[in-house]
Nanobody, 127 residues
Framework: QVQLVESGGGLVQAGGSLRLSCAAS????????MSWFRQAPGKEREFVAA????????YYADSVKGRFTISRDNAKNTVYLQMNSLKPEDTAVYYC????????????????????WGQGTQVTVSS
């Protein structure tokens, strides 16, 4: 079992930055690919970014490429999402997720690739 706890959300003006953190319990953090998804009101949960088990590979949704950076620190059991140049359309609840499947860019963006989810943290970007 892996428990995930997100933090770092909040209210920010357009053009601003936030850094989300996701702390994982357990001693097997490095065996999971980690990702961030988000869900806006009335919309489906959508993929944002993913990082492989050792941090060597990353993958981003087109909508955040060049603005967001995902990283992880396996010594601290934590994954991060640095969000820059935020836009009002980035407003959503952000969830981190952990998955044990082998890394594949074909499926890394799908919710079914992840077994464990956090409770989410709200990010609101004002115009």
């Amino acid at each position: 079992q892996v428990q995930l706890v997100e933090s770092g959300g909040g209210l920010v003006q357009a053009g601003g930055s936030l850094r989300l953190s996701c702390a994982a319990s357990g001693r097997t953090f490095s065996t999971y690919a980690m990702s961030w998804f988000r869900q806006a009101p009335g919309k489906e949960r959508e993929f944002v970014a993913a990082v492989s088990r050792n941090g060597a590979y990353t993958y981003y949704a087109d909508s955040v490429k060049g603005r967001f950076t995902i990283s992880r620190d396996n010594a601290k059991n934590t994954v991060y999402l640095q969000m820059n140049s935020l836009k009002p359309e980035d407003t959503a609840v952000y969830y981190c997720a952990a998955g044990s499947r082998p890394w594949s860019t074909i499926v890394v963006h799908t919710t079914s690739s992840y077994e464990y989810w956090g409770q989410g943290t709200q990010v609101t970007v004002s115009s």
